[in-house]
């Protein structure tokens, strides 16, 4: 299933998106995609709806889509996880996962306006396979135990600004969760959607112009060793978010650098994931 939500910000409706693209109204039965849905089962009961042949409302033509889940408790997001984003920042390749945090505010639409910060100079861009966590992970035993422990996966989009991670602290959250910068969707695909995470592509356009092309296969740490990984640090909760690295290409990483200013359009995409695009203006 594609799960997703429209609606105007703050009071999106929870929806399915058909097999012919419309969007379903699902708010008769579910009050939102947030952690007591992915907790309490919710993903089998909507599956249960639809195979049943309830009639579903469509969404009204035009609908804003929101971010497919609502806020999360938490937003992860995992450094360096190519080798080529690695090289193109001069860091050294991790012996293990780099992990940093995200401010759920940040999350948005995945056709929301991008918000350049008051000030900053230093907007890039990530190109990011999200993994929505489906039931609580605490000290998992292997990765494969992480199947049973993941929703799904959506298209995200870590906005970054440099100077605030790199020049203001030394504090990577600091620069990564100014408003808008979370974009998920447009929808949420369940796991039985995805054959196999790491063989996706990925890819970013600014302005029209290829920035990032990779391919979830180059991950130097894949997903269910990342979740199995991170619930010996901490509990995963249903509906947390996960993203999980960039691949080379970023502005910071250009030569010379390259970073957003009002009116860029920021266009990406993953395979079966959907594709987002943003305009960029000044907060």
Known sequence: ????????????????????GAVLDCSAHVADYDHAFFAGGGIERVRGLVASGAPLPEAPEGSRLGAPIARP???????LNYSDHAAETGAAIPKEPVLFMK???SVCGPYDPMLIPRGSTRTDWEVELAVVIGRD?????????AREHVAGFCLADDGSEREFQKDRGGQWSKGKSCESFLPLGPWLATADEVQ???RL?????????????????????DVWFLVCHLSHFLVLEAGDVLLTG???GVGMGRTPPEYLAAG????????????????????
Not at 73 to 79: E, Y
Not at 266 to 279: A, F, K, N, P
């Open 1 to 20: 299933m594609r799960l997703v939500r429209f609606g105007p910000p703050g009071a999106e409706k929870p929806g399915i998106l058909s097999a012919a």
């Open 73 to 79: 408790r938490n937003a992860f997001a995992i450094g």
């Open 103 to 105: 401010a759920t505010g």
């Open 137 to 145: 992970a605490r000290y998992l035993d292997s990765p494969a135990a």
């Open 196 to 198: 196999d995470p790491q």
């Open 201 to 221: 592509a990925l890819s970013l356009d600014v302005n029209g112009v290829a920035k990032q092309r990779g391919h979830t296969s180059k991950m130097l740490f």
């Open 246 to 248: 960039t691949p080379a």
């Open 264 to 283: 860029d359009v920021v266009e990406l995409s993953i395979d079966g994931l959907g594709s987002q695009r943003h305009v960029c203006v000044n907060a």
